[in-house]
């Protein structure tokens, strides 16, 4: 298995990149639990 070395500034490069995909997943997420929660609400005030 062959070492990469990667230099400070690709370094840099894929941390901003990975935490960009992490606050994606964050924003999906939270739409997800309001979604539910909303709907959860909506129902319970149907009864």
Do not use: H, W
Request: net charge positive.
């Amino acid at each position: 298995m062959d070492v990469v070395k990667l230099t400070p500034e690709q370094t840099a490069a894929l941390y901003k990149q990975r935490r960009g995909r992490n606050l994606a997943m964050l924003v999906v997420l939270v739409g997800m639990v309001v979604m539910f929660f909303a709907l959860t609400i909506v129902k319970l005030s149907q009864q």
